[in-house]
């Protein structure tokens, strides 16, 4: 089996620093949605904001040669 052909599609956005802004963050989200619609999530710890999008379930193309 051959796997070097396979499509995944994925968004990542963030800041790192300063107050957790939520409405910033989702805003973000919002701009990269169509880089993966169907799952969303956000990570906000000490100094840093971090929120993905991505595509689910992950399509895979393989191809045989």
Do not use: A, Y
């Amino acid at each position: 089996t051959n796997k070097e052909n396979f499509t995944v599609m994925c968004g990542i956005c963030g800041f790192v620093g300063g107050e957790q802004k939520t409405e910033v963050l989702k805003s973000m989200m919002e701009s990269i949605r169509h880089r993966g619609p169907d799952e969303n999530g956000i990570f906000e710890g000490d100094g840093i904001s971090l929120g993905m999008s991505w595509r689910n379930p992950l399509n895979v193309i393989w191809s045989v040669t």
